[in-house]
């Protein structure tokens, strides 16, 4: 049974970082995207970053140059490397996987079909 299990997240003050974590079990990640999206209080889930079964990547506009995916398929685990973090940051992180079926891994949430339970991520002085 596919399972993915996000970890890392916290409060951090405003500037700080954060690695989060998602452990995949149940399917070989080397297979398959994995998706970061996130949701804040009020706000419709969105997507941050994902990382395609090659390696490429892709980000939303507001985390690029801060935020980096990275994958470890022998670990069968993605993580998101956050730097830079600000307030509106604040959100509920979820990750989420696909079979890889294209060349660029999407940010849309209706192409991932698994997902994990979320790590909430505060940034607040």
């Known amino acids: 049974q596919l399972q993915l299990v996000e970890s890392g997240g916290g409060l951090v003050q405003p500037g700080g970082s954060l690695r989060l974590s998602c452990a995949a079990s149940?399917?070989?990640?080397?297979?398959?995207?994995i998706g970061w999206f996130r949701q804040a209080p009020g706000k419709e889930r969105e997507g941050v970053s994902c990382?395609?079964?090659?390696?490429?990547?892709n980000y939303e506009d507001s985390v690029k140059g801060r935020f980096t995916i990275s994958r470890d398929n022998a670990k069968n685990t993605v993580y998101l490397h956050m730097n830079s973090l600000q307030p509106e940051d604040t959100a509920v992180y979820y990750c989420a996987a696909r079979p890889t079926v294209q060349a660029m891994c999407p940010l849309f949430l209706n192409r991932y079909g698994s997902w994990g339970q979320g790590t909430q991520v505060t940034v607040s002085s």
């Open positions: 149940g399917f070989a990640l080397s297979y398959y995207d």
């Open positions: 990382s395609h079964s090659s390696g490429s990547t």
